[in-house]
């Protein structure tokens, strides 16, 4: 079993909708996560630290249950331009100890 | 806005061959990472560095070797390339050991024949 697992999807979605995405991840030591969209062979991109307060960002609301070790991405009228994959990023004490997860296929149709 | 800077951005090298890759992090950044991205594959990280010292190993295989330089750009070495490390290898900066966001450049597609 991975250590930070996604759905791989693809979630296939018309334009203006709204979709979330979960992320879980095992280790319970994990300090910091976070969401990258990464677009076909480009570089992953931060899209949003995650708090346990939960966070916001125009049309991005990032949250974390460290209870139930998942943190989740909701995307509220959605874009053409969202179309992407999402990936799940655990960090530990160590900021090198980066885990990405596989990654969300999302697709927004017209 | 300055980015993460990466050298060249596509490598093509034949079995056996050698091959240097460059970061150029960010203005202020002086923490580099490097990840290996296969096919199909989430990024795997292989080393990083902080103010000149490696800072963490992951799965690095002993073939190559990185370093950072005096004004904080990486080069990743690697030797005896197989038909297994054609990948997109990105490197990632941060402001700090201690600041968990990660800014990667636009990767290296390495292609070894």
């Known amino acids: 079993r991975k250590e930070v697992e996604q759905d791989p999807g693809p979630f296939n979605v018309p334009e203006g909708a709204t979709v979330a995405f979960n992320c879980t991840y095992s280790n319970s030591a994990s ?6 969209r990464q677009d076909c062979r480009k570089e992953p991109k931060l899209l949003m630290s995650v708090y346990s307060s939960g966070n916001e960002d125009g049309r991005f609301t990032a949250q974390l249950n460290r209870a139930s ?28 100890k980066i885990i990405f997860g596989s990654g969300t296929r999302l697709s927004i149709r017209p | 806005a300055a980015g993460v800077i990466q050298s060249p951005r596509h490598l093509i090298k034949e079995k056996r061959e050698t091959a240097t890759l460059k970061c150029y992090p960010i203005p202020r950044h002086d923490t580099v990472y490097w990840y ?56 990632a900066s941060s402001p700090g050991p201690n600041s968990y ?7 290296t597609r390495l292609t070894v024949t």
């Open chain 2, 36 to 91: 290996q991205q296969g096919p199909g594959q989430d990024p795997q990280f292989l080393i990083s560095f902080y103010e000149k010292m490696q800072s963490d190993k992951g799965s690095i295989p002993d073939r190559f070797s990185a370093q950072q330089f005096s004004d904080y750009h990486s080069e990743l070495n690697m030797s005896s390339l197989e038909l297994g490390d054609s990948a997109l290898y990105f490197c």
């Open chain 1, 31 to 36: 300090q910091s996560f976070f969401w990258y």
């Open chain 1, 69 to 96: 070790q998942y943190i989740s991405l909701l995307i509220r009228d959605s874009k053409l331009s969202d179309s992407a994959t999402y990936l799940c990023v655990v960090t530990y004490s160590s900021a090198s």
């Open chain 2, 101 to 107: 966001e990660q800014y990667f450049g636009p990767g």
